[in-house]
């Protein structure tokens, strides 16, 4: 019924052993979840593909945004304001 390349872990192990869970997870294996000499479930890895980054369309969708082009001074003196607005003024130093 299982395969011999599962694992298993007891509700105690998760808590104490997160770190072989982490591992087995990390190494594409299956766990098999134990209560009370049962198997109650099946922890599996999720698998992620990122979709590889393009360029091309990046540039398109930040084009679309029509984002305005700003200094550095024009960026440091918007951020200090909402700070500004956010926080109030500063305590002066003595």
Same mark, same amino acid.
């Given at each position: 019924m299982y395969s011999l390349t599962m694992q298993a872990i007891s509700f105690t192990q998760l808590r104490t052993e997160p770190r072989k869970l982490k591992r087995l997870l990390e190494e594409g294996k299956s766990i098999d979840l134990i209560h009370r000499s049962k198997v109650v479930g099946e922890i599996k890895p999720k698998v992620f593909d990122p979709e590889p980054f393009d360029p091309e =369309?990046?540039? =398109?969708?930040? =084009?679309?945004?029509?984002?305005?082009?700003?200094?550095?001074? &024009?960026? &440091?003196?918007?951020?200090r304001k909402v700070m500004m607005e956010k926080h109030g003024q500063t305590i002066p130093r003595y």
């Open positions: =369309k990046f540039a =398109k969708v930040v =084009k679309k945004l029509n984002l305005p082009k700003l200094s550095g001074r &024009e960026i &440091e003196r918007r951020y």
